[in-house]
């Protein structure tokens, strides 16, 4: 018997996995019995924060996730097009409707059977632990016992743009002092550019925080030092954060051959370089206002943002020193994660992580190797950061096409976006295609 603990998205599409492939499943759900400060909703797979599961469009990120979890037989996808409401391009559905559907098709299937009880024991052997963000206090700390230190409660994110879109006419590469390489991009700024950039940091609107993000040791929280939101820290004056994340100290602009009056740093996010993080930004800012004010920073006028600063509750793995690219405890005896907790942001990138988890369970115990989806594929992109991101700054990743394998193709031009995205999804699917037929499907 497997064990499947958790009925969000990512468990109920492990469950059915294993459960099409003729394994007798044991799904653990704690509600009704308790109830995460989040979900009020009895019914699995609730969506608790938006009706929305992004874009319907394949030449976008989360389009093209969306399009190969179908391939795969994804029963959030399925259930999502039956409920589905009008959201323009959007793929939006009422979330009752979508709950309900996703417990009918679950709870109907013959080799699954639903547990309702919550269950607090790190598990042996064959199974996959899904539950979410707000993993109930007993079940983290049994996985606090068997990951040690490489589990996070509060995630205080920067933001993560895409290296082609930083102007390398402004930024330049450097570190202080030339000391370690050029391991940095800096984006410089003159005291004008940065007077107008602090105005619009100190005044921008702030997302809101439920009463259970709000971090307190009282809840058991755990906040790093050094993870202030940006905001915050340049509220308590004019040259706080200029002495702070934007010190200019060591550097030379080869514009001018001075030191520039204040810096922004970008690190690199990933091997490939196709990522960069915004060093020290953490924020708490609304995403539109976090694309109004830090496109101020010189060198990120026309920035693309793979994903935004987070501040919020959200217990989540290092990752990439725990688990391997099919989202397997290294060293465990079949014990897989699924969902949120393995370091994926987002509704469909979570039910994403459940399917190959519960795919790759399945095909181990067939006596298989499990499908490593390619890189170039959405669903190989996400397990292969989940596995192998830096450690050192691990923060959770969403669906975005800065993490797909680049193409041998520049694209210039009228729409060069456009035409790359829509030629990255084509070499996606049909790379997903090659690989799900050699593997026999």
């Not at 394949?58 to 979890?69: F, I, P, Q, T």
């Not at 058991?220 to 993870?227: A, D, I, M, N, P």
């Not at 095909?363 to 298989?368: E, F, H, P, V």
Request: proline fraction near 5%; aromatic fraction near 10%.
């Amino acid at each position: 018997m497997i064990k499947v603990i958790g009925a969000g998205l990512a468990g109920c599409e492990a469950a059915m996995q294993l459960a099409r492939r003729g394994y007798s499943v044991e799904l653990y759900e704690m509600k009704p019995k308790k109830f995460s400060p989040a979900h009020k909703y009895e019914g699995f797979a609730e969506l608790v924060c938006s009706n929305s599961l992004k874009s319907s469009r394949v030449d976008s990120a989360c389009g093209l996730l969306k399009e190969e979890m179908r391939r795969l037989g994804s029963v959030v996808c399925a259930a999502a097009e039956k409920t589905a409401v009008p959201a323009g391009g959007a793929l939006a559905v009422n979330r009752t409707a979508f709950s309900d559907e996703i417990t009918r098709v679950v709870k109907s299937h013959p080799n699954i059977t639903v547990k309702y009880e919550e269950l607090t024991e790190f598990p042996e052997s064959n199974a996959i632990i899904c539950t979410g963000p707000l993993t109930s206090d007993g079940l983290v700390d049994k996985i606090r016992e068997r990951c040690g230190d490489y589990l996070s409660f509060y995630d205080a994110a920067a933001p993560i743009v895409t290296a082609e879109s930083i102007d390398f006419s402004i930024a330049f590469e450097q570190s202080r002092y030339d000391h370690g390489g050029a391991d940095y991009v800096n984006c410089p700024m003159t005291r004008e550019e940065y007077e107008v950039f602090y105005n619009a940091l100190v005044n921008a609107e702030q997302a809101p925080l439920h009463e259970f993000d709000v971090p307190s040791e009282a809840k058991g929280l755990k906040v790093y030092e050094g993870c202030m939101p940006v905001e915050v820290l340049a509220k308590r004056g004019y040259d706080s954060v200029r002495y702070g994340c934007m010190k200019p100290v060591g550097l030379t602009d080869p514009r001018t051959g001075t030191r520039p009056f204040a810096a922004v740093q970008l690190r690199k996010e990933n091997a490939e370089g196709t990522l960069y993080n915004i060093v020290g930004f953490q924020t708490n800012l609304k995403f539109g206002e976090q694309k109004r004010v830090f496109s101020l920073i010189p060198g990120l006028r026309n920035a693309e943002f793979a994903r935004y600063g987070v501040m919020h509750r959200n217990t989540f793995l290092n990752s990439p020193r725990l688990l391997d690219e099919h989202f397997m405890l290294r060293g465990s005896d079949n014990v897989f994660f699924g969902g949120q907790i393995t370091g994926v942001e987002g509704y469909v990138e979570s039910a994403a992580s459940g399917i190959m988890a519960g795919r790759a369970l399945a095909d181990i115990l067939d006596g298989k190797e499990p499908l490593t989806f390619p890189r170039t594929t959405m669903l190989g992109a996400l397990s292969d950061y989940v596995a192998h991101a830096w450690e050192c700054n691990f923060q959770p990743m969403g669906s975005n096409m800065g993490i797909l394998s680049p193409l041998d193709e520049e694209f210039r031009g009228k729409d060069a976006k456009q035409r790359k995205y829509a030629a990255l999804a084509e070499r996606a699917l049909a790379d997903l295609d090659k690989a799900l037929k050699k593997s026999g499907g």
